[in-house]
């Protein structure tokens, strides 16, 4: 015999079940569409910052650039080198290579490079930094035997680098040495 008051009591359980899940359905679908939207927000937000962030590098890199570059051709004047960054997308990061670039060459500075062009490049660096900050921070730099790998052939292009750096950007450059060949300005013997 069929217990018709089960079954149909039966059957009002699975419409409310059914009736639930449609309910969580519909509002799953609209979180689904607002979780889209936001999603689509985002991504669009994330492109903006990116195609900011690679027009300040890209003036960043302008400036370093000259920086840098000036530093070089003032030392290795017969043959300079340009520097250059390369930047590269890699796991949703911006990663920076350095690179000198002379005549057809281009030489990664850590691997390639002698005569002292690392020294005066970051020494550069250190400069375009000190001078590229905001707000700006006084003009003084202190190191400890920051040319000591530059060629004897080099070293009175060190002094004059020095020098006009010093006149040109206001600098005060303090640096300890045992070279005689880069002293220039007051200097104290210890």
């Known amino acids: 015999m069929i ?7 039966y059957i009002h359980e699975l419409s ?14 609209k979180e689904l569409i607002k979780a889209e939207n936001t999603l689509k927000r985002t991504q669009d937000a994330q492109e903006i910052l990116q195609h900011l962030a690679q027009a300040v590098q890209q003036r960043a890199h302008k400036k370093i650039s000259e920086v ?8 290795f004047e017969d043959d300079p080198y340009q520097f250059h960054i390369e930047f590269e997308r890699k796991r949703g990061r911006t990663e920076a290579h350095l690179r000198f670039l002379r005549g057809d060459l281009n030489v990664d500075p850590l691997t390639a ?5 690392v020294d005066v490049a970051a020494f ?3 400069i375009a930094c ?3 900050h905001r707000p700006r921070l006084s003009k003084v730099v202190v190191m400890d035997e920051p040319f000591k790998f530059v060629s004897a ?3 009175d292009n060190v002094r004059s680098m020095l020098e006009q750096l010093s006149k040109d950007m206001g600098l005060q450059i303090i640096f300890v040495t045992h070279n005689n060949n880069l002293a220039t300005g007051k200097i104290i013997e210890i």
């Open 16 to 29: 409310f079940r059914l009736n639930s899940l449609k309910e969580s359905i519909k509002r799953e679908e």
């Open 3 to 9: 217990d018709f008051a089960f079954e149909d009591s």
């Open 130 to 132: 000190l001078v590229l």
């Open 153 to 155: 052939h080099y070293q």
């Open 68 to 75: 840098v570059s000036s530093c070089l051709s003032t030392v």
């Open 113 to 117: 490079s002698g005569g002292g062009v």
């Open 124 to 126: 550069a660096l250190r």
